[in-house]
Every structure is written in structure tokens, then in C-alpha cells.
């Protein structure tokens, strides 16, 4: 048994999620790990905070001297929720019993077409904070080899949801959108994955846009659920060449920020004077985007459930009318809280998974899913403290 914590702040940019999980190899089978949660809390970032990683996100002309403070500033948060998640939650201490932190940071810049991702949250202070061996800066060596970076989490997919018994797909709902396609008995070349498009990304910006700062989401979709769609915005939010593209793709608030949301409302001026019809139209073009992303894969696959994660899970408008939008392929929609998952844990449990894959030496991006020329080990070690062993603490864990 290893205890590891893994440390995951999405593109919405609203806290922390930190999970605890044990996790056990099976070395005799092909997809070798075991990985049970053991506990799981979400910290949302101070306001300020908040502002600050949001004004870097959007490109506003901040400085290096303020991106090198905000990147420690986020660090200091990491660390601080994987304390309170082993020992405030699951009442364990964390340098003696958690071997690893595994930490994605917060992304603030994704161009993978020039090379190029971004991930704030220096990993030298949440090893020195938490004093445990800390595995982050998961993207970059697969976008090194000419890949997209993104999504890392298909190879953990593959290894917790695949089945020998029928074809699943998955869906998270963050800031952005993503699916992963596990057809049945697939080996991790046959898994597909790749971003939608826009989850809660433009909706968040327009709840900012019109409460003036006060709100950050539209909760449960209540706001959206009194619009009517505007169908001319929605054809001309559709037109974008991204929806197009093939696989291989990812995308980040380099496409879906402000100036964006701007250029709609100035194309659409009739979406000022309506914020119920603004977010009715973000969120079907939301759900949209991802139907018609899921909808090819379900008819090849005989896909029949839907698995969704992310902050998207929550939105109650957004659950029902991505139900009503797949029910005629027959596909249903449940949340990973329906089939004994967490729905707000995937991630942090992936990048803890993904830590100890890294510790191990065992290449984790899935090259059909993310472009790159070879596999690769994911994720770059920085150890707490001198004299420190991690192979040893690798096999000390391992038998006891």
C-alpha cells in the first residue's frame, strides 16, 4: 500500500482539489494499479488570489517579477490543502505516512502549436512545505515531443475505467470540456481522447461580466434555465474552425477568454440586454459541442452511458439537457458519484496516480491521444529535503 497525494486546480481557476489515495499494483495484470480514494476536500482560492492567476490567464501585462510571486502564492495553496486533506480530513500525518504529492499546478498558458504550456505552482515549495517527495510539471515533456500535452489523464482512464465487457466514455466539465473513449477491451492505443471545447469557461466569464465581478458561476444553471437560446449567436459561436479540427486537439482560455466573450456580445448586442438568454446560449453551445463530439463514438461503439466529472457535474440545467440531447442515441447520462466514484475527484486522483507512474519510470502519455512522437514518463521529482531516498521510500511503503 502507498499513500499518495495528488494536487489538481483546473482552467476555472477556483481552488484546489486535493485527494488522498492508496494505491496497490497488481502486477500480474495489464492494467496494474489499484487506486481507492481515501479522502477528498476542495479549498477554494482567496479572491485576491483568484484575481491575480485570472489576470495572468488572460494575458493582462502583469510582469515577471508578479507571476514569479503568484506561482509561489499557489504553491503555498497546494500545500497547504494536501495538509488539510491527510491530516484535517483523514486524520494521518503527512510526512510520515504519504509517500508522494503529485502536483499539476495551475495552467495559465496552453500553445502547444509553438511548444509551449504553462503551469504555476512552484513544485520546490509544496516539497519543502509538505516535506514529501512532490512529482509536477506533467504536460511539458509530451508537448517537448511535438504533442499537445493534453489531456494526461486517458492512460489513468484506461487503467481504472476500461472494460473487457462493453465500450465507455467519459466526460469531464471543467473550464474546459473533455471525453475519453475506452472501447471494450482496448489497449491504450485504442483509447481516444480530446477536448470538446468550452465547459463552464464562457458561462463563468459571463456571470463575472454581468454580477460585475461579484459572481463566478451561474449555480446549477438556474440563470440559464429562464433564457431562450439565441440560435443566430449560437450558429456564429459553432462556426469557430476548432469544432472542425481532428483529433489530436486541445484548447484553454487561449480561445475561450474575455476578448472572446466581448466579440459575441458585440456581434450580439441583444445578449447585453438579457443575461438569462446570454448563458442559455453559452450553455447550449456547451452541451452542443459536446453531443456532437460524443454522438459518433456512441453510434461505433454501442456506448449507453454517458460518466460525467468536473464542476459540470453540479450544473443541474446543463445535466438535463445534455440527457435530453443524447437520450434518442440511447445513451444515458450519469455522474461518477452514480457508479461508486467521486465526481469532483477524478482529476486529483489521476495526478496522483499519475506521480507514482512517474516514480516508477513508466511512460504515460497515450501518443494516439495527445500527438506526441514517442511515449514518455510524465512529470518532473523534487525532493523534500537532503539525504532523502525515494527508491527506498518506494520499497518501504511497498511492504508495509
Same mark, same amino acid.
Request: hydrophobic share 40%; glycine share 8%.
Given at each position: ?38 479522502? !477528498? ?113 486517458? !492512460? ?103 476578448? !472572446? ?84 475527484? #477524478? ?8 506521480? !507514482?507512474?512517474?516514480?516508477?519510470? #513508466? ?38
Amino acid at each position: 500500500m502507498v499513500l499518495v497525494v495528488g494536487l489538481m486546480s483546473g482552467t476555472s481557476c477556483d481552488g484546489v482539489d486535493a485527494a488522498l489515495v492508496d494505491i496497490i499494483e497488481k502486477e500480474e495484470e495489464s492494467t496494474n494499479l489499484e487506486v481507492t480514494l481515501v479522502a !477528498y476536500t476542495e479549498i477554494p482560492y482567496e479572491k485576491d488570489l483568484k484575481k491575480r492567476i485570472l489576470a495572468i490567464a488572460r494575458g493582462d501585462l502583469v510582469g515577471i517579477e508578479e507571476i514569479s510571486v503568484v506561482s509561489v502564492m499557489i504553491a503555498e495553496a497546494f500545500a497547504s490543502a494536501a495538509r488539510i486533506v491527510v491530516e484535517d480530513v483523514a486524520k494521518l500525518n503527512l510526512e510520515q505516512d504519504v509517500l508522494l504529492v503529485g502536483s499539476h499546478g495551475q495552467t495559465v498558458f496552453h500553445a502547444p502549436q509553438n511548444k509551449v504550456t504553462t503551469q504555476l505552482g512552484c513544485p520546490a515549495t509544496i516539497a519543502a512545505r509538505t516535506n514529501c517527495w512532490t512529482v509536477a510539471d506533467f504536460r511539458t515533456a509530451d508537448v517537448a515531443r511535438g504533442g499537445q500535452g493534453a489531456p494526461v489523464l486517458p !492512460y489513468i482512464d484506461y487503467l481504472l475505467h476500461s472494460s473487457s465487457n462493453e465500450s465507455r466514455l467519459l466526460l469531464n466539465i471543467g473550464g474546459i470540456a473533455n471525453i475519453t473513449v475506452l472501447p471494450k477491451g482496448c489497449a491504450p492505443k485504442d483509447v481516444i481522447a480530446f477536448d470538446t471545447g468550452p465547459g463552464n469557461m464562457l458561462m463563468d466569464i459571463a456571470m463575472r461580466h454581468f454580477s460585475h465581478g461579484e459572481e463566478d458561476m451561474d449555480d446549477g444553471g438556474i440563470c440559464a434555465s429562464t433564457g431562450t437560446v439565441d440560435a443566430e449567436a449560437l450558429a456564429w459561436l459553432l462556426s469557430l474552425p476548432y469544432y472542425s479540427h481532428s483529433y489530436p486537439k486541445s484548447t484553454g482560455r487561449e480561445l475561450y477568454n474575455l476578448t !472572446y466573450f466581448e466579440e459575441l456580445l458585440r456581434n450580439f448586442p441583444e445578449l447585453l440586454e438579457s443575461q438569462p438568454n446570454c448563458l442559455a446560449t453559452l450553455l447550449e453551445l456547451t452541451a452542443t459541442t459536446i453531443v456532437n463530439s460524443c454522438e459518433p463514438f456512441i453510434s461505433k461503439h454501442n456506448i449507453t452511458q454517458l460518466r460525467l466529472s468536473g464542476g459540470g457535474a453540479k450544473n443541474a440545467h446543463l445535466l438535463g439537457t445534455l440527457q435530453a440531447k443524447l437520450k434518442p442515441s440511447g445513451c444515458d447520462v450519469v455522474t461518477f458519484d452514480d457508479v461508486d466514484s467521486n465526481s469532483d475527484a #477524478r482529476e486529483a486522483l489521476a495526478f496522483a496516480a499519475l506521480a !507514482y507512474e512517474c516514480v516508477r519510470g #513508466r511512460p504515460c502519455n497515450v501518443i494516439t491521444v495527445t500527438g506526441a512522437s514517442s511515449p514518455c514518463i510524465l512529470g518532473a521529482v523534487y525532493p523534500p529535503s537532503i539525504g532523502s531516498n525515494l527508491l527506498q521510500s518506494i520499497m518501504d511503503f511497498k511492504h508495509t
